[in-house]
């Protein structure tokens, strides 16, 4: 294990606003954190109230909430005020078209204005929103937009022509598609024209007065481990949206804050649009994808002080060197989270030698819909851990029996099923369409995760691997986690992800597939190589057995690794759905 990477007041900067994790543990509750929400005006709760409107209600209206960076990196910051109006713009569309409360609004396009002011504007108009990754094909979107039963769709005229308009007859409950771009040419049957609509729409609106359990926002996993799920969330989570943000991101009134998640994923919606908006704090958008050298000149120019983004891109950056990172002033840095993946020990030491923070891991899911294990600004960090669970927040190892119940694991490092109190605000109420299997994610006041993890004796939680991806070889049962950090630490590699191969004797053998960093070349010495470093690491019941080379692993479009497609087809297996595959190598 990687050395504890301690914390000192000058690591701090500002006093983070956690310090006595322990305190504020023992004396923190839901009911009183949700008394710092300024809750609706009569009574009620709003996640875009919170967002917006509370902060020019309070008169801090002309503060930049967000700071839109297009192609060039030019700027359009967009004010509180002006956000909140913009907002109110979109849902007197809504409520002009005949959208009421609890339909369904999905969006299809990239980061832009216009997306921010729809999420807002239907969260206000007490309807529901769901958002698209832009990069779908027609089929995934027909099938969210079926099984969420999408009433209005937000998209561009581009997206509109290449995936939605061959789908439309399949989707007789889509009563309107709104072009961002479109004008009075594109109107057409159920096809408008933003734009004109917002023109012609008032910028005042009185929040329609929702409640805690009132459908807020949908969010379909991403597609890891086999179809995706259709998560629903309540306006009750941005209590959880506003701690989180405050405790595990570290979020101050002055901050720059950049989320790289795009927000068709949880975790561009939490705390790339309601969290830091909640928090009153100033979030940069950047239109464009992943690019070292970009993303480094963006930080340095916008002077981002907290940074959040996953595994994926950190991996990308190691991949591309630290000679980039040392080209740009860095300094406004003041701390750095990630999420999505496990981040591998090696990642971690790796940021702190290159920015002089580590990033601090944090664990959730699409489920949960915030924060719940995370790495503290004030704590140490231990490389290769999630870190410890949330106030509010109760988690625990526990063993699922046959008959459904669950015990839970009293003692440390032992591995079992990470599971999480049911009750916080933010936990996901449903999964469209399929009753059962919610249900089936809880078990005696429990709901549990499908990763596995243990807990040492400082209370720090580990990652093992999500149970799908576990594998029995020879009596033992394997993180891929272990294995694949183990491959991270040779210099050759950029990626790695082990899967189980069917063995008569062993049970299962371990095959990794790797990805190598710039100037390393594939070859029989170098796989030898390799083996021999992991079997040095891990010992020979757990080393892999085979070493395949691949330019790229294939990912979800959240970035995560897709260890069963590499499985399925290593296996001559049905590559299952993989409407969320972003790069694919066979
Ligand atoms: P699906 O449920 O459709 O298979 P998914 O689980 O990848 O997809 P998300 O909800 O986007 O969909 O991702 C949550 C999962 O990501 C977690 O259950 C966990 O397996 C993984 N994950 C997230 N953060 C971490 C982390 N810090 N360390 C390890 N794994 C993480
Ligand atoms: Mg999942």
Same mark, same amino acid.
């Given at each position: ?11 701090? #900067?500002?006093? !983070? ?38 902060? *020019? ?8 909430? $967000?700071?839109?960076?297009? %192609? ?40 832009? !204005? !216009? ?53 439309? @007859? ?24 933003? !734009? ?11 929040? *329609? ?28 989570? *941005? ?11 570290? $979020? ?9 998640? @795009? ?13 830091? $908006? ?15 050298? %970009? ?33 740009? @002033?860095?300094?406004?840095? %003041? ?21 002089? #923070? ?41 063993? #699922? ?165 590499? %499985?399925? #087809? ?17």
């Amino acid at each position: 294990m990687l050395a504890t990477i301690e914390k000192s007041r000058v690591d701090w #900067r500002v006093a !983070p606003n956690l310090v006595d994790y322990d305190h504020v543990r023992a004396s923190f509750d839901w009911s009183t954190a949700r008394k710092s929400l300024a809750g609706l005006p009569g009574g009620g709760l709003n996640m875009a109230y919170e967002a917006v409107t509370r902060h *020019v209600v309070e008169g801090k209206g002309e503060r930049i909430a $967000l700071r839109l960076l297009g %192609r060039e990196q030019e700027v359009t910051d967009i004010t509180f005020a002006a956000l909140d109006a913009a907002a109110c713009r979109f849902a007197n569309v809504l409520e002009t078209l005949g959208i009421g409360r609890g339909e369904v609004v999905f969006s299809l396009c990239g980061r832009v !204005p !216009p997306l921010y002011a729809a999420v807002l504007g239907t969260l206000k108009r007490g309807a529901v929103f769901c958002p698209l990754f832009s990069a779908f094909g027609p089929e995934p979107i027909r099938a969210r937009m079926e099984i969420g039963r999408g009433a209005v769709l937000v998209t561009t005229r581009a997206l509109f022509q290449r995936k939605v308009k061959g789908i439309l @007859d399949q989707l007789p409950g889509l009563r309107f598609v709104l072009l961002i771009d479109g004008g009075k040419d594109d109107e057409a049957d159920r096809i408008r024209a933003l !734009p004109l609509l917002l023109a012609a729409a008032g910028d005042r609106y009185e929040t *329609v007065r929702t409640g805690p359990e009132d459908r807020a926002l949908m969010h379909f996993t991403s597609g890891t481990t086999g179809r995706p799920k259709g998560a629903i969330h309540v306006h009750e989570a *941005v209590v959880a949206h506003a701690v989180t943000a405050r405790y595990a991101l570290d $979020l101050h009134d002055e901050d720059i804050f950049w989320c790289t998640a @795009d927000p068709g994923w949880v975790t561009g919606m939490s705390y790339g649009v309601i969290g830091p $908006l909640v928090c009153g704090v100033t979030s940069i958008i950047d239109e464009m994808e992943f690019d070292a050298d %970009r993303w480094y000149s963006i930080i340095e120019r916008q002077k981002v002080t907290v940074w959040y983004t996953a595994p994926t891109a950190i991996r990308m950056l190691m991949k591309v060197g630290t000679e980039i990172a040392r080209k740009y @002033d860095l300094a406004s840095l %003041r701390f750095l989270a990630s999420v999505g993946e496990p981040l591998n020990p090696e990642a971690v030491v790796w940021s702190y030698h290159a920015f002089g #923070r580590p990033f601090h891991d944090n664990w959730w899911q699409t489920e949960t819909g915030g924060i719940m294990i995370a790495n503290f600004a004030a704590l140490p960090v231990k490389p290769g851990s999630m870190g410890k669970p949330l106030p509010g927040i109760d988690a625990a190892i526990v063993n #699922r029996h046959p008959d459904g119940s669950v015990t839970v694991v009293a003692e440390p490092e032992v591995e079992g099923e990470l599971a999480l109190r049911a009750g916080w605000p933010s936990m996901f109420r449903g999964y469209l369409g399929e009753e059962e299997r919610y249900r089936k994610c809880f078990a005696d006041g429990w709901y549990l995760s499908g990763d596995l993890a243990r807990r040492d004796s400082d209370g720090y939680y580990w990652f093992v691997g999500r149970s799908d991806d576990v594998i029995k070889t020879a009596g033992h049962l394997i993180g891929p986690f272990e294995v694949e950090s183990a491959l991270l630490e040779h210099p050759a590699v950029a990626e790695a992800a082990v899967i189980g191969k069917p063995d008569e004797v062993a049970g299962n053998t371990i095959k990794a597939f790797v990805a190598l960093k710039a100037g390393y070349e594939a070859s029989p010495e170098l796989e030898r190589e390799l083996m021999a470093h992991a079997r040095r690491r891990l010992g020979p019941a757990v080393a892999p057995r085979e070493i395949a080379f691949r330019s790229n692993l294939p990912k979800t479009r959240s970035g995560k690794i897709m260890r069963r497609l590499l %499985r399925a #087809r290593e296996l001559g297996l049905p590559e299952g759905d993989i409407s969320t595959l972003e790069s694919d190598e066979k």
